[in-house]
């Protein structure tokens, strides 16, 4: 109770010796606001990591549980059911899975390196185009400048 009397007919006070400060960071006793890192944008073309050999086997585990448990609508009883049975499985047993999580990281590390190639061949295109800032007509703008210029001395000497 806060500001209870106790028997002595004081209030209660906490022992200070026990409470515990903590002490706010340095930028924020500096009077700095830490700074938030930003999280890099995702591509959505970027092709998604394969399976691992228990998410293959969890592919075809829960299709099997389901038949055996149609009124199961809870996720987590079947992902502790399905830990369990993989933790129970023998190496022989999981091989097939393993097979098939191998299969997928190799057609995986193909389409990364397509993507990867793809990728730097529009970072070299990106590079090209900041290497000519000046726009066509531009260019075309400078190529006339030099030619009224020597051109028009030429005129003035005609016309002279």
Known sequence: MKGAKSKTGTTKKSDNKLAVKRKAPASERAGKKPAKKEKPVKDPNKPKRPASAFF?????????????????????VVGKAGGDKWKSLS???????????????????KVMQAYNKKQAEGAAEAEDEDESDKSKSEVNDDEDD???????????EDDE
């Open 56 to 76: 293959v086997f969890m592919e075809e585990f829960r299709q099997t549980f389901k038949k055996e448990h149609p009124n199961n609508k809870s996720v987590s």
């Open 91 to 109: 190496d022989a047993e999981k091989a097939p899975y393993v097979a098939k999580a191998e299969k997928r990281k190799t057609e995986y590390n």
């Open 146 to 156: 030099e030619e009224d210029e020597s051109g028009g001395e030429e005129e003035n």
